[in-house]
């Protein structure tokens, strides 16, 4: 039986270094703040959705958008005509290559009606400006995996460790000894079948998965 997990992309990828806030000139009285940050999970994403909401309770509304690493994305125009807000906002992550990204832009209604082209304009405008400023770094995509051994078997799997040049980021020594390792997603299976042959099939397996980066 072989490890598997989810769909992700196997090489490096572009995401944001950290979180950015920018507010463009308003549009026709309409003013608006793009917030961008870099997230691992829909929890993630909807925590900075979250964070605008409590931040800005006043406004008119808080539009988003999101596409996270093994490329799944959603949008919301969050009460504007359909299509003139969340769209233009992927769009925007998407037209700067990005992963693993979320952006809500909040609009306070300045009294005049922007129309369906602008709205596209100020919300993708906005958006396109938050991720201009914007250190971009590559990341790689991670495997968070659970791994447990019996003591007489921690000299082989430590050597099958040493050689992939991978550390645990946790160990444990109860009546067994358990490590979280995070190893790179296209490396996971070869490290999987070095431990089972080390071991002679002895080691037991978590699924704890993530798409945590391991670079920057």
Known sequence: MRYERGVSKAGPYRTLASRIEHQPDPVKGSRFIGLAAPVSTEEQAASLL????????????????????????????????????GRPILAMIDGHRLHGVAVVVTRWFGGTKLGIGGLIRAYGGCAGQTLDRGQIVARVPTTDLWVEHEYPDTGAVQ????????????????????????????QTQDLVDALRNATSGRIQLG??????????
């Open 50 to 85: 979250d964070e605008a909401r409590q931040r800005w309770p006043d406004t008119t509304h808080h539009c988003w958008a999101w596409r996270l690493v093994d490329e799944r994305a959603r949008s919301s125009d969050a009460g504007e005509p359909g299509g003139s807000a």
């Open 207 to 216: 699924d704890a998965v993530s798409d945590s980066p391991d670079l920057g």
């Open 159 to 186: 050597a099958v460790l040493g050689s992939k040049g991978i550390a645990p980021r946790d160990t444990s020594w109860g009546v067994r000894v358990r490590m979280r390792l995070c190893v790179p997603t296209d």
